[in-house]
């Protein structure tokens, strides 16, 4: 599909969004937020404290976490005996190749590489009785055009839907600041796209922080958000000292309205996990400390 070809159908997309039906969504919610308990997972990537596979898994049963969302291609065997001595749950795989072999890649060999990642974060997520995988699906940059990203990977991934659909596992598409997928309308035709309950969305509070307002996504978004990461961003400190900075600072510290995203959270009747991923669990304490911040925002 060429450029013109490609600006034609966005323009009609556009048109088709405000009135097309959309996949899996509906006014009828099973329960609140409210209603239900949230449980608290951690990032396995952002737990800073303890060497071994085991001893981050304790860590953070310690500090009170429920979870541990892994990262995909770590030793299976450690992951599982990590899981069952501590009795905490897995609910989600982080993809770990998708930044060094990204779907959208021109090279259709980097493509394969990188579908073969994805499958192998599939198997490691039915391996450990998790039920969703984070997928960054592409980046847009000087070699790789926008809609060369959007078609490349939209293709790439139904090449692996089938093996999500048979081990029961979705792929969860995040916005990591690839340059890609830049408004929750946007996001909703991504997804829509696939015309399958396993592609859905895993909404980053903080990484959506710099394009807008996650309420706003949260409540577009709706039942299309697998999972949920609470990280917290400043506006401020990303002004002065660049973009990346503004993570550097505590959660309920930024500019993340949680009363507003927890208030959409409630109204689009999510009650799953809640995964931080957020400084601050260096040590014991630390990770500690992220449990009650978080636990004071699902009150609020």
Excluded at 219 to 225: E, G, S
Excluded at 267 to 281: I, S
Aim: overall charge neutral; hydrophobic content about 40%.
């Amino acid at each position: 599909m060429n450029r013109r070809e490609f600006a034609k159908k966005a323009v009609m997309s556009s048109a088709l969004l405000a009135t097309a039906p959309r996949f899996g969504l509906s006014n009828s919610h099973i329960g609140s937020a409210s209603e239900k308990n949230f449980k608290i997972g951690i990032m396995y990537a952002t737990i800073g404290a303890g060497e071994s596979i085991s001893e981050k898994f304790q860590l953070s049963k310690e500090a009170g976490f429920n979870g541990v969302e892994v990262m995909s291609h770590m030793n299976r065997e450690e992951v599982l005996k990590a899981r069952d001595d501590t009795g905490l749950d897995i609910p989600s795989v982080c993809g770990s190749k998708h930044w060094s072999l990204p779907l959208s890649s021109p090279d259709k060999a980097t493509r394969q590489k990188g579908r073969e990642a994805l499958k192998v974060a599939l198997e490691d997520a039915k391996a450990y009785g998790a039920d969703t995988v984070l997928l960054v699906p592409g980046k847009v940059n000087g070699s790789v055009s926008y809609d060369n990203c959007w078609y490349r990977s939209i293709e790439e991934i139904k090449k692996v839907l089938p093996l999500a659909e048979q081990l029961n596992v979705t792929i969860a598409i995040e916005n990591v600041w690839n340059n890609f997928i830049l408004s929750p309308m946007e996001a909703v035709y991504y997804l829509d796209e696939f015309s399958s309950p396993y592609v859905k969305f895993y909404m980053d509070c903080g990484n959506i922080l710099r394009y807008g307002w996650p309420e706003q996504w949260i409540k577009i978004l709706d039942r299309r958000i697998a999972k949920v990461h609470f990280k917290e961003f400043s506006r401020e400190l990303a002004n002065k000292k660049g973009n990346s900075a503004g993570f550097n600072v505590q959660l309920r510290e930024g500019d993340v309205n949680w009363p507003a995203v927890m208030d959409a959270l409630d109204q689009v009747g999510y009650t799953g996990w809640v995964t931080l991923e957020q400084r601050g669990g260096d040590n014991l304490e630390g990770l500690k400390d992220l449990v009650n911040r978080t636990k004071k925002i699902i009150s609020s």
